[in-house]
């Protein structure tokens, strides 16, 4: 756990980029720090492994001062990933990754075999092992940045807006890849963002801060979305919370109907409307009309019980039918989320 | 018979290795002794040199100031001022070349170590290299290509640069040029001329080849570009 006590940061000129921050990052969840820029989010990152040095309080590493510790020590025992990586050029992507094991003393093969074992596991190539940093693409150099900070396993990570510098379609998958192996290592990860809708994509909890160096507010994403502290909070929110709120409510419990699917082979005739062609390994195909039965028209699906209302009523709104389309792991239709269904769970999540 | 002048190649082939002062062997030993010795040096001071400007900004301006002024001294005027200390010897030659080779590469050297990009810096400190381990591990090797860069001028500059030392008598092979005053001969001009080109030319060549095995990642990098 990482704590924030009282600490303030005032740098040499009067400003004060930090002011008064009382704060923990829990062991083994992302904490993000969002806000404008100076707000103090990219100064309080760099104060916990003493970068820069705080002013006023202290911060503690498990209970530990980290100003107690001397920096480059503390630094090798903290993972480090910013904006463009800052991976070395003059040295082979294997070398880069296995940066801070050399640091360590680590005998060379054994620091190498652990940088190959990294490179896979944040989803890169074996071969790029021999390439310099240069032909690699921003994406694949930002996935670089990472395995390196990682290197060590260190408990703690610290990644200064990792994903800000490359383009949207890399920074999802970036973004996905980052929450997949939060899955499986359960670090205390420190992420500065200034997008909300990373840190909400990526938050166990988004502490606001605002110019000047002072917290806003610190909450789980969901409470953020529903509970905005004041005016600044909600501003910088920005006007879709509600929608974006839905990304927090499960599909687990939407009424479906199984009853509106039919052949590819056709017949079967309905009251309903629209009924969904599905072929025979059970996927779907289109919807059919009452008026124009020999027209497919296009549909939208999400998966049941995994993927968030979010997803769901935007499913619903790429079809002309209204209907969104719930589909299991392997993409066979398990049934269909009318309207009515829809309006259900979205009166019960205005609620709650 | 006999009588005329020789040719070009009877005169190389007289003059090679005499056994007396004067022959060409002996220049060009002179010729590389004179333009190697203040390349060495110029390294040697430069790097500390360009490391503190770096280091303390505020040294940078007055230090390269300083070294521009004695580049742009003529050499004559600074041979006679030397003499005196020095007398007419091949130190007195080296002295202003060391110089004017400090001059070229102390700003490589700074602008070698600012080609570093700041993330790199950044993150070499984030994960945890001390700052000589830093500068040794990361910042030079990144500066290598730029200092190399200065380091080719300086060497040619400084193999051509001192022929002039033939006004006091210490020019190497530019020693072949001042006889060509006294007595309108060609062929030592043209040795002097063709050795000291191909003196450079080598110097220049080793330096590539040392650019080449030092930072294969720039020779990657262009034939990736192109």
């Known amino acids: 756990m990482i704590t924030f006590d009282a600490v303030t940061k005032r740098f040499p000129d009067g400003t004060v980029a930090v002011d008064d921050l009382t ?95 990294l490179l896979e596991r944040v989803g890169l190539d074996p071969a790029l092992a021999g390439r310099y940093p240069f032909q690699l693409s921003g994406g694949q150099q930002q996935r670089v940045g990472v395995a390196r900070a990682l290197a060590a396993d260190p408990p703690v990570l610290l990644m200064d807006e990792p994903f800000s510098a490359v383009d949207p379609v890399v920074r999802t998958s970036l973004q996905e890849e980052l929450l997949r192996l939060q899955g499986e290592l ?3 990860i420190v992420f500065v963002t200034h997008d909300i809708d990373e840190a909400i994509k990526l938050g166990d909890r988004v502490a606001v801060l605002r110019v000047g160096g002072r917290l806003a507010q610190l909450a ?56 969904l062609v599905v072929d025979e390994q059970g996927g779907p195909v ?67 | 018979m006999g009588d005329g002048p020789p040719s070009l190649w009877e005169w190389i082939g007289r003059n090679w290795d005499t056994g007396r002062a004067g022959s060409i062997k002996d220049l060009l030993i002179d010729h590389l002794t004179m333009s190697l010795v203040p390349i060495l040096f110029a390294l040697i001071v430069a790097l500390p040199l360009g490391l503190a400007c770096v280091r303390w900004r505020w040294l940078y301006q007055p230090a390269s100031g300083l070294m521009n002024v004695v580049y742009a001294l003529p050499s004559l005027p600074v041979f006679m001022l030397l003499i005196s200390v020095t007398g007419l010897s091949q130190t007195t030659v080296i002295i202003p070349l060391a110089f004017y080779g400090v001059a070229v590469l102390l700003p490589a ?29 990361v910042e030079l090797p990144i500066a290598v290509p730029v200092v190399l860069a200065g380091l080719r001028v300086v060497a040619v500059s400084s193999i051509s640069l001192v022929s002039v030392g033939a006004l006091i008598g210490q020019g190497g092979l530019g020693g072949l040029f001042t006889r060509a005053y006294q007595n309108p001969f060609m062929p030592p001009v043209i040795v002097g001329i063709v050795l000291i080109v191909l003196l450079a030319l080598i110097a220049d060549g080793l330096l590539v080849l040392a650019q080449r095995v030092l930072t294969p990642w720039v020779r990657v990098r262009k034939g990736a570009a192109s």
């Open chain 2, 109 to 137: 050297v700074v602008g070698g170590l600012d080609s570093v990009p700041d993330h790199v810096r950044q993150s070499a400190v984030a994960m945890g290299f001390s700052p000589l381990r830093r500068l040794l591990a």
């Open chain 1, 23 to 117: 704060m923990e990052a829990p062991t083994g969840e992302i904490t993000v720090l969002v806000g404008p820029s100076g707000c103090g989010k990219t100064t309080s990152l760099r104060m916990i492994n003493r970068m820069i040095d705080a002013s006023e309080g202290q911060i503690l590493l498990d209970g530990v001062p980290v100003q107690s510790i001397d920096p480059p020590t503390l630094r090798r025992g903290i993972g480090y990933v910013i904006q463009q990586a800052g991976l070395f050029p003059h040295r082979k992507i294997v070398d880069n990754i296995a940066t801070v094991p050399y640091l360590l003393g680590w005998d060379r093969k054994k620091a190498r075999d652990r940088a190959m074992e």
């Open chain 1, 186 to 188: 359960n670090k205390t």
């Open chain 1, 220 to 275: 789980a994403p969901k409470t953020l979305l529903s509970e905005p502290s004041d005016d600044f909070v909600r501003e910088f929110l920005g006007h879709d919370r509600g929608i974006r709120r839905l990304q927090f409510v499960s599909t687990e419990g939407l009424r479906l109907r199984t009853d509106l699917t039919v052949r590819q082979d056709g017949g079967g005739s309905s009251e309903e409307p629209w009924r």
């Open chain 1, 286 to 352: 289109g919807w059919i009309s009452w008026s124009r039965p020999d027209e497919l028209e296009p549909f939208g699906t999400f998966l049941y019980g995994r993927d968030s209302m979010r997803s769901a009523l935007d499913a619903a709104l790429l079809s002309p039918s209204g209907c969104s389309v719930a589909v299991d792991d392997e993409g066979k239709v398990v049934g269909v989320a009318t309207r009515e269904a829809l309006d259900e769970a979205l009166a019960e999540a205005a609620d709650g």
